[in-house]
């Protein structure tokens, strides 16, 4: 009897170091997670400072961090402006308890990264009675009632479509294929979401002109590389001759480009398969320099300057449109990778 | 006649014909669409690699078919599931890739520390995970699901803090052998049958089996003819967490990263629902491990039929669901008991004439 009680004091105990372990896990890591969390003792906001209180999506990639790091740089306390960062760690109940935060605190702006289109009628309706203008940046939100926000701020995905289909018409005219019939297939991004809608879309608008153009399939990866890989290798399978692959991120276009290279197959302008990408992150334009990516169309996450001015016009009084997208541009195989890579900061 | 009755006798008749059903429904579309009606079961070799839909089933069936022997065991021990698999691969893969690329840091092309102490250390957390399970139904009694509902929650988080929350890419061929091609077979196929492998012989060439399956029984029993369940539920669950690890490093590897997000995102669930397919029950006791195993490339099969029928990955989830209700509704008791009942009447019938 007193052997099994010491054994269960033994396990209890150890029960109890794992449970301190993840705690201090939690504790050790939150501050360097999130970028810069509003400094609750060192300083208050001076009374003629704009408060914003940012609620960010999370930190799931190098763009998003990019994003973060620009609100960051832009939104700084020698302008005048007084910053809460949220992250909402991929959640949107996080996020809606950032948004409630803010909203106490009577912040003077919000601005909202929204993870998800849907669900935010309530609390943008809270912010509303208490007065709080919301800029939404990136991605869209579905809202009823559209006065529930003040404008959007963010890339004109269904732009960056139809910049991808008119690249490829170009790009096969000036191979002489300009009547070939050309097969593509389409990696599509997480169905309903606010880039595969754009970029689908913009993109068909331009197929619609070209009749030479054979879309085989629609296949979602869920804008995840190993989705891509198994879908990418799917199609391979099915069709034996696709010309063109539409990956609609580049995450997707990495898992793809692998399964293409396992079936024995060469990418870029003299291969078999043409892959065109969007996103346009450090990696993926190194593969546009090697030249396995054709073309990679930005997705400018330098959001914050626009924001700026939209809050500044907003101080003066000025209107404001309801939609706002930033400047995008792209990168193929043809550009001096190297020397925009220098210039650009992520 | 009697041979019929033979062969559907066996145990594993109807995971093998649950199987074949989702194997048939190939064919037969292959033949309405004019294709090859064979086209499904070719395999070639292409570019110095094995390629053909079923070695697809088997190289993407890997990770299901590794955390099924683990799920069969703590179902048969504790007649309850272990629903923090997932999040103990996607675990267990952060870990791994955190070590050999350096905390903070989210694309490195050489390793920090020595790639086995990486993989060693993403098994051992993850083993670490099953005791705490273990731990938590053997000796305090929880119920299984509410158990490890905790680590189902915790275990991704942990994940995610563990990569500062961040996709950590490890561009480094060793590493991604793993998850790719070992001469013309993809190294996941390997993996999962070597596990399968010491899986088998451990349980046949030992008690342990017997042991598993008689706490599964009736715990208090087996406790009082001399066993000691709560160690035998401990060490299902170590298991189950030892499965889970390398299960997710398999993923991990495929590509190259620890996407935390996304790794052994609810593949408890096809791991809980290939153990049922294999024809064993929910409620523990006697297990079947050979089905179990059907039941996860059963489950490959219906994605990868999915995709060949061109259903879209947004309503793919329908389908699985109906194809699996099928399946279970064809191996439950009152269905059985119908058929039974139906050939006994038969049998009546030829002797009255």
Redesign the interface.
């Known amino acids: 009897m007193m052997v099994r009680k010491r054994k ?1 004091l033994f ?1 209890s105990a ?2 109890l170091c ?1 449970l301190l372990l ?1 705690a201090g ?2 504790n050790g ?1 939150d501050a ?2 999130t970028p810069k969390t509003e400094p609750e003792s060192e300083s208050r906001p001076d009374e003629d400072d704009i408060v914003i209180g940012i609620s960010q999506v ?5 763009w998003r ?1 990019m994003n973060t790091k620009a609100y960051m740089d832009t939104f700084t306390e020698e302008k005048g402006y007084y910053l809460i960062f949220e992250d909402g ?2 959640k949107q109940e996080n996020q809606v308890k950032a948004l409630r935060k803010f909203i106490l605190k009577d912040v003077d702006y919000i601005v909202l990264a929204p993870i998800v289109e849907t669900g935010w009628d309530a609390v943008l309706k809270e912010a509303q009675d208490a007065g709080i203008p919301v800029i939404i940046v990136d991605r869209n939100v579905s809202v009823e009632d559209e006065s529930l926000y003040i404008c959007r701020v963010g890339s004109d995905l269904m732009q960056e479509g139809r910049n991808a289909g008119e690249w490829l018409a170009d790009y096969l005219e000036s191979r002489g294929r300009r009547n070939e019939k050309i097969n593509i297939v389409t990696l599509q991004g997480t ?2 979401s606010t880039a595969q809608i754009g970029r689908t879309s913009g993109f068909a608008e331009v197929m619609e002109k070209h009749a030479n153009w054979n879309m085989l ?4 990866g ?1 804008f ?4 891509a ?3 990418m ?2 199609f391979l ?2 069709y034996d001759d696709i010309d063109v692959v539409i990956s609609e991120n580049d ?1 997707m276009t ?2 793809a480009i692998e399964a293409i290279k ?3 197959l060469k990418l870029g302008k003299n291969g078999d398969i043409m892959i065109i990408s969007f996103d346009a992150v450090r ?1 993926a334009l190194l593969l546009v320099q090697k030249g396995e990516i054709m073309a990679d169309f930005e997705c400018n996450p330098i959001i914050a300057p626009l924001v700026e001015e939209t809050i500044q016009k907003l101080e003066r009084g000025e209107p404001v449109e309801k939609v706002q997208y930033i400047d995008e541009t792209y990168f193929d195989y043809r550009m001096d990778i190297e020397t925009l890579l220098e210039s650009r900061e992520y | 006649m009697d041979s019929v009755k033979k062969i559907t006798k066996m145990k594993l008749f109807l995971p093998i014909f649950s199987m074949i059903l989702v194997m048939m429904i190939n064919v037969i579309y292959d033949i309405a669409s004019g294709n090859a009606p064979f086209g499904f079961f070719s395999i070639s070799i ?4 094995l ?3 079923l070695i ?1 089933i088997l190289n ?1 069936g890997s990770e299901v078919a590794i955390l099924a022997i683990g799920m069969t065991l703590v179902v048969s021990a504790s007649a309850g599931t272990d629903i923090s698999v997932g999040s103990v691969m996607s675990l267990s893969g952060g870990l791994c890739c955190m070590l050999l690329a350096g905390y ?1 840091v ?2 490195v092309s050489n390793y920090a520390v020595p790639l086995w102490v990486g993989m060693l250390a993403g098994i051992a957390i993850a083993c ?1 995970c099953g005791l ?1 399970n273990g ?2 139904v053997a ?1 305090m009694n929880i119920q299984p699901m509410v158990a490890t509902l905790i680590l189902w929650s ?1 275990g991704r ?2 994940g ?3 990569c ?4 950590v ?1 490890v561009r480094v061929p060793s590493f991604q052998f793993f998850g ?2 070992c001469g013309i077979i993809p190294t996941p196929i390997i993996i999962a049958a070597v596990c399968v492998a010491i899986a088998s012989v451990v349980l046949k060439s030992t008690a342990l089996g017997t042991y598993i399956q008689s706490v599964g029984i009736n715990k208090r029993a087996s406790r009082i003819s001399g066993f000691n369940s709560a160690k035998i539920i401990l060490l299902c669950y170590v298991i189950c967490g030892l499965c889970a690890g390398i299960a997710g490093l398999v ?1 991990t590897c ?2 190259y ?1 620890a ?1 935390t ?3 052994g995102l609810n593949m408890e669930l096809d791991a809980i629902l290939a153990v049922a397919l294999g024809g064993n029950s929910l409620g523990g006791g006697k297990f079947n491990l050979a089905g179990s195993i059907i039941g996860a490339y059963t489950i490959q099969a219906i994605t ?1 039929t999915l ?2 029928l ?1 259903v ?3 309503q793919a989830p329908v389908f699985k669901a109906i194809v699996v209700i099928l399946i279970v509704v064809i191996q439950s008791q009152p269905v059985k008991d119908y058929f039974k009942k139906l050939s006994a009447k038969k049998a009546v019938a030829k002797e009255v004439a």
């Open positions: 269960n396990l150890f029960l794992f993840l896990c939690s890591n360097a997670i999370g930190s799931e990639s190098d961090m760690q991929q169905p309903g399939e629609y296949q979602s869920d995840t590389q190993a989705k890989y198994e879908v290798e799917y399978d099915t995450n990495f898992g396992e079936a024995g990696d | 292409n570019n110095g690699i390629y053909g839909r697809d993407r903070g989210t694309n670490v705490f731990f938590l000796y915790a988080a942990i995610l803090l563990l500062n929350s961040n996709i890419y790719a091609y993923a495929r590509i990263s996407d997000n996304n790794i990868t995709y060949a061109g879209s990955s947004a």
